[in-house]
Every structure is written in structure tokens, then in C-alpha cells.
């Protein structure tokens, strides 16, 4: 298997050179993890698909789906794709490396396990800062537009925040120097958790089912429906630093309100 993994990546190698891999190979994997998973939330609500597991009733309409996509590829193309050619030599600076041998599976998994709690940690003070009146005002409020999220609302936002924000995806990279391979595999779980986080739908197979301390889509449409000064809910991927900080509480509140209700109709 390993010999097979050598061989593929020397393919991958050989056709292509590091700094192409690191900028628009990097940027064409993004763009397929992060459409590929937006795009089914997109379809099942323009089509009132799964309709009892849409998290809230109402529905954006297709022209208001439209200008987010049509944005994105914008800010996509013109914000992140820059961004990747730029800082470049910075990763090549921190140890970024594209050659064999591969990383064994365990140094991948605990580097984007390192990644997923380093990023969570930065994000959440990020974006707390950003729901001051000034930052959210002038910044975040363009996130908001959609307060009704579909998975490709999950990167909707001002060019500041994506700058200011994107710090923390890259922060745990920067820190350890990966392995290409590595940094796509972190790139591709990073996108797929926020798309899932930004969903709209709360389906039985949800990994906040499953997996401890993780927040997912309830967890962040919460932060979506209600007044930015009432969000709450700043972390990216867990709970337990809203929970730390008491930014949870109206969150907590309100699910314990929905779920005594519930009761109530059974």
C-alpha cells in the first residue's frame, strides 16, 4: 500500500512543481472539497428536499443562492487564490515539503488533530472580536446576510474577515512545516466541517450525533438566526470553549426551551 501511495505521489510530482502543487493544485483541491460538499445543502433547499431535518423553516430564494455563488467564486479567485501564490514562500520558510517519503498515518492524524484545536482556539477569539459593533458592522455583518445558512454561506464573507480569519486555518501549517500531502488532507476536513457547520440541516447521521465536544450545524445556525450581540457560539468546530467562556448560554437556553416543547407534542 505504501509503495502504491510512493508511486502515486511521484506521479503527482513528477508532472507537477512544488510551488504549483502548494498554489493551484492547493486552490483546485479547495474548490472541489468546498463545492462538491455546499453544494447538496444549496440543492436540498432550493428543492424542499429533507424538509424535516431543515434546522429553520424559511429558505433563501435561488436568486439570493445565486449571488452568494457567483461572490464566492469571486472573492475565490481574487482573495484566496493570491493569497496561496503569496505566502508561498513563507510556508517553503516554515518547512513545507513536498517530497518522499510520505508522513506515516499517525503524524498526519495528530499534526491536523493539532490543527483542528489550534484553529478552533484562534477562531473563537477572532470571532468574538468580530461581533464587536464596529468589526460587525463594517466586516462581519456580510456573513450575516444569509441568516439562513446553506453550505456554501459557510465562506461568504467581507475580504477583511477572510484575511483576518483565514489566519487561524493556516496558523497550525505555518507552525509544523507539513508535508503537502498533510495540508491538503487538513484543507479538505476543514472545509467539509464548516460547509456541514453552515448546512442548514440537522440530519440523524450528523457528526455533532456522534462526536464529542464537536458543535455542528445546530450548534452554528444558532449563531446565524438570532441578534449578532445574542449569537454566542464563536468556535469553529467544538463546543467547550463557548462553554468555557459562558458564550453559550442564550444557545443552551433556547435548546432546552425547544426540547421541553418537543416533549410536550410526543
Known amino acids: 500500500m505504501a509503495s502504491a501511495l510512493d508511486s502515486a505521489?511521484?506521479?503527482?510530482?513528477g508532472n507537477f512543481s512544488e510551488f504549483q502543487l502548494a498554489t493551484v493544485i492547493t486552490f483546485l483541491i479547495h474548490e472541489s472539497a468546498f463545492f462538491l460538499s455546499g453544494l447538496p445543502s444549496l440543492l436540498f433547499e432550493r428543492f424542499g428536499l429533507f424538509a424535516k431535518y431543515k434546522i429553520?423553516?424559511?429558505?433563501?430564494?435561488?436568486?439570493?443562492?445565486m449571488r452568494c455563488v457567483l461572490r464566492l467564486i469571486l472573492y475565490h479567485v481574487c482573495v484566496n487564490l493570491p493569497i496561496m501564490i503569496f505566502s508561498y514562500p513563507a510556508f517553503k520558510f516554515m518547512g513545507?515539503?513536498?517530497?518522499?517519503?510520505?508522513?506515516?498515518?499517525t503524524v498526519v492524524v495528530s499534526q491536523v488533530?493539532?490543527?483542528?484545536?489550534?484553529?478552533?482556539?484562534?477562531f473563537y477569539w477572532g470571532h468574538r472580536a468580530l461581533h464587536t459593533k464596529w468589526l460587525y458592522k463594517h466586516v462581519h455583518s456580510v456573513h450575516h446576510e444569509y441568516a439562513t445558512p446553506f453550505g456554501l454561506a459557510s465562506e461568504y464573507a467581507h475580504p477583511a474577515e477572510i484575511l483576518f480569519l483565514g489566519f487561524a486555518t493556516v496558523a497550525g501549517p505555518a507552525i509544523t512545516g507539513p508535508h503537502?500531502?498533510?495540508?491538503?488532507?487538513?484543507?479538505?476536513?476543514?472545509v467539509v466541517e464548516t460547509v456541514e457547520a453552515h448546512s442548514g440541516y440537522h440530519f440523524p447521521?450528523?457528526?455533532?450525533?456522534?462526536l464529542p465536544l464537536y458543535g455542528g450545524s445546530e450548534f452554528h445556525d444558532y449563531h446565524h438566526r438570532v441578534l449578532y450581540t445574542k449569537s454566542g457560539n464563536y468556535a469553529s468546530t467544538f463546543v467547550y470553549m463557548d462553554w468555557l467562556f459562558g458564550t453559550d448560554k442564550?444557545?443552551?437556553k433556547a435548546k432546552a426551551i425547544e426540547e421541553k416543547e418537543g416533549k410536550k407534542k410526543l
Not at 513545507?96 to 498515518?105: A, E, K, M, V
Not at 447521521?205 to 456522534?210: A, C, D, G, L
Open 9 to 13: 505521489w511521484q506521479v503527482v510530482t
Open 56 to 65: 429553520q423553516k424559511k429558505s433563501n430564494t435561488s436568486a439570493y443562492q
Open 96 to 105: 513545507l515539503r513536498s517530497t518522499l517519503p510520505l508522513p506515516h498515518w
Open 113 to 122: 488533530v493539532f490543527y483542528f484545536v489550534l484553529e478552533d482556539f484562534i
Open 180 to 190: 503537502m500531502l498533510t495540508l491538503w488532507i487538513w484543507i479538505v476536513l476543514r
Open 205 to 210: 447521521w450528523s457528526p455533532s450525533n456522534f
Open 250 to 252: 442564550d444557545y443552551r
